[in-house]
């Protein structure tokens, strides 16, 4: 179970593996995630699921290597097998005809926005990617970005490629050019709070994904809680999309450095 | 034959009235109740992986299942939630025959050295021996006796598995791998069923790997008993959700003719009160989780989690004593319990709380937190607590607890562990379509037979019952299984 029959560098800290899954892979749909251990003494972390194909029986994960979980993930080579892989959680991803749909996606978090991409797009909508990163080298899934998309916005910290500044800089210059009827944002939290004020500002619906601290992943220990609207949420079993302008951003970064 | 003729047959073996003749009642009765050799408090309360308890000896489990009157109506079977035929073992040991005396345990639990260890028994078994009910005295040692007969027959290398008649083909799931689903799929397969348990962690065993620590129940001896039910053919996939990873209808599709959910209450419940989102404010299912199925304080492992040095454990259950004293294990100089009622409507096991006050660990009752405040990392730093007392009785007969106004203090904590009970988990019940469950999400069932709303599911343990024990769920099992048999034959 759950060999890795490809890896594939996006950029030098990011990997997308496919995995054999076959069970997971007929049953995921746009938005759920999995729990991920390598190693006995591995950690389980959570990862969104980036991709499936039924046919072949595999995902897709990507992965940034940010620490030591990730980095043992990164490590591992084709052939390999994943210690342990369990999904797919959480809730899919609320897809139907909103209108005209703005995927707002920052660096890693552009994996998990493709399988939403391509539902929306699928769903009937028009949809206007934004994809951001800190520079052109982290700019991923471009190409499979596009085929789902009536435009994509590439947005650099540095400029070097697509337009200079942040992924708030291009949802605003669509939202001020056409009538936007729903925002999916996927990225890191501060991406995702600043997202979620803009659109805010012009009442736009707004849909985030959050990568909380998680453990077990199946609601079993409330590491991954949040506040919405005030009251406690579990990302893991009621997300892990909430109403963005519902979210308390700050408690959630806030917990984000608990082992910090 | 009944249960109860069974029982009277056992009773009646000429060995049996030899023994009772051997010793003259008086003196059984006379004797002291034997004390199980723990570890010393000091040094145990700094070893996180070292069982308190050390197990009787075999002069000390003699002398103790002297103790047993061997009644002809014996009432402490009444009290077992799997009716282990008691006086039978018992007397098995006091013969010195000790392996047939596990052999009687494992005639009706899936589990005994779990349950010796870990069962409430002065509320059941032990509640119901003549020397308590009748004679003011302290019961017969049950659950040492139990561990003892089920410890010997493992630590000599000789633990046998039951045998089982042939494969009869019909597939059944079990959904969880904890006590109920356990105790299940040990029932079915020794009635010939090809038996599958699916398992959402990558640990088998539940409660009994993730939350009841090392101290009090060692991994190895769960293993052990696990290993056993594989011997006899079930089948345990790991890692693999019913509901999310595979659906009630792949289930049937692949041929499964009848399913036992026993996903358990794994959903942890808050306080909702201001601050409870603070960093170093955490369930004790979370707390646990990362200590026990995780390893986390193990340098090795992956997995952090915070050692306090003053904690605070809200609530004085079962879990709530397992996360104290573990906080206890990882280093915290100052370890509380803060319940809002008193010593006596504590809800936890009297050997854990008599253990955890040995260990140091101090006793808030009559108080209930209010609010946490953190710095300005958000780290919790303090924690509000009301003062209590004893209002009247509630409908339950518990006397309320009601604030005493004004009465408030303020206490240093850097970690706070809430074990204020936990719900069922919703993932399961709500990926079955046409399954019933109340307003407090346990699925509905027959009573009598564990059958659901859908006729060729049943359900058992925590998931039905809420927050309860591990003997009720495995007693649940035992009923579901017996009932689910009768049903296939019918048909």
Redesign the interface.
């Known amino acids: 179970m759950n060999r890795i029959v490809r890896k594939e560098y996006f950029s030098p800290q990011v990997v997308e593996f496919v995995v054999e899954a076959p069970l997971i892979a007929r049953s995921r749909k746009a938005g759920h995630f999995v729990m991920v251990k390598v190693g006995e003494k591995g950690e389980r972390i959570p990862l969104t699921i980036a991709k499936s194909d039924t046919e072949k029986g595999t995902i897709s994960l990507v992965i940034q290597n940010v620490g030591a979980s990730s980095e043992k993930i990164c490590n591992l080579q084709e052939g390999d097998y994943i210690t342990d892989l369990v999904g797919p959680l959480g809730r899919a991803t609320h897809i139907e005809n909103f209108g005209t749909v703005i995927c707002a996606g920052g660096g890693v978090g552009i994996a998990p926005m493709l399988p939403i991409i391509e539902a929306m797009k699928k769903a009937g909508n028009r949809v206007i990617s934004v994809l951001a990163a800190r520079t052109k080298d982290l700019v991923i899934l471009e190409e499979q970005v596009a085929e789902y998309s009536d435009e994509v916005i590439v947005m650099t910290d540095d400029g070097s490629y697509g337009q200079k500044g942040l992924v708030t800089n291009g949802v605003e210059s669509v939202i001020n050019r056409e009538k936007v009827d729903m925002c999916v944002t996927i990225g890191p939290a501060i991406m995702m709070k600043f997202v979620s004020l803009l659109t805010q500002k012009y009442n736009v619906p707004t849909m985030a994904s959050l990568n909380t601290i998680m453990v077990d992943g199946t609601g079993m220990c409330g590491a991954c809680r949040i506040s919405v609207d005030g009251k406690t949420r579990f990302v893991c079993v009621d997300g892990p999309e909430f109403d963005a302008h519902k979210v308390d951003f700050d408690e959630m970064l806030m917990r984000l450095k608990a082992y910090n | 034959m009944t249960r109860q003729e069974y029982i009277k047959q056992k009773w009646g073996e000429p060995w049996r009235s030899e023994l009772r003749k051997s010793v003259k009642a008086k003196e059984r009765a006379d004797r002291p109740r034997v004390h199980m050799p723990e570890l010393d408090a000091e040094y145990r309360s700094h070893k996180l992986k070292e069982e308190v308890n050390q197990g009787l000896s075999q002069e000390q489990a003699i002398f103790e299942a002297g103790r047993c009157l061997d009644c002809a109506n014996p009432t402490c079977v009444t009290g077992c939630p799997v009716e282990i035929n008691i006086p039978t073992f018992i007397k098995n040991i006091e013969r010195g025959e000790f392996i047939e005396a596990a052999n009687t345990l494992k005639e009706t639990s899936a589990l005994p050295a779990v349950c010796g260890r870990v069962c409430p028994q002065e509320k059941q078994c032990e509640a119901q021996c003549i020397y308590v009910k009748k004679m003011g005295k302290e019961a017969v040692g049950i659950g040492y006796l139990e561990r003892f007969a089920a410890d010997y027959e493992r630590l000599n290398g000789i633990v046998s598995t039951p045998e089982i008649p042939v494969c009869n083909g019909t597939k059944i799931a079990v959904v969880g791998s904890g006590p109920a689903g356990l105790s299940f799929a040990g029932d079915m397969a020794k009635r010939g069923y090809d038996i599958t348990v699916f398992e959402?962690?990558?640990e088998i065993g539940g409660v009994l790997k993730?939350g009841i620590p090392e101290f009090r129940l060692p991994n190895e001896i769960v293993d052990v008993e696990i290993e056993v039910l594989r011997k006899i053919g079930v089948k345990f996939i790991?890692?693999?959700?019913v509901g999310?990873?595979?659906?009630h209808e792949d289930l049937r599709n692949d041929g499964f003719k009848g399913i036992f959910v026993a996903s358990g209450a794994?959903?942890?419940n808050?306080m909702?009160i201001p601050g409870?989102?603070l960093?170093?404010v955490?369930?004790a299912?979370?707390f646990l989780?990362?200590v026990n199925l995780?390893?986390a304080s193990?340098p090795?492992?992956?997995?952090?989690v915070?050692m306090g040095k003053k904690v605070a454990i809200i609530g004085a259950g079962n879990t709530a004593m397992d996360a104290v004293r573990t906080a206890r294990r990882l280093g915290a100089e100052r370890a509380m319990v803060v319940y809002r009622r008193s010593d006596e409507e504590m809800p936890a096991r009297l050997e854990e709380v008599k253990h955890a006050k040995e260990e140091g660990i101090e006793f808030l009752t009559l108080h209930n937190p209010i609010c946490y405040e953190g710095d300005d990392?958000?780290r919790v730093q303090r924690m509000l607590l009301q003062k209590m007392e004893l209002g009247e009785p509630d409908p339950s007969g518990r006397r309320k607890p009601v604030p005493i106004k004004d009465a408030t203090e303020w206490v240093e904590v850097d970690e706070v562990i809430v074990s204020v009970g936990v719900s069922p988990?919703?993932?399961i019940p709500s990926s079955f379509s046409g399954l019933e469950v109340t307003k407090w999400g346990t699925v509905v069932i027959n009573q009598d037979t564990m059958q659901t709303h859908l006729s060729d599911v049943y359900a058992g343990g925590d998931i039905v019952r809420g927050g309860a024990t591990v003997i009720l769920a495995m007693g649940d099992g035992r009923k579901a299984a017996a009932a689910m048999d009768e049903a296939l034959q019918g048909n």
């Open positions: 959402a962690l990558h993730y790991k890692n693999c959700i999310k990873t595979i659906s794994g959903l942890p808050f909702d409870e989102n960093i170093g955490m369930s299912n979370e989780t990362r995780m390893d193990n090795e492992s992956d997995t952090p915070q990392k958000g988990n919703p993932l």
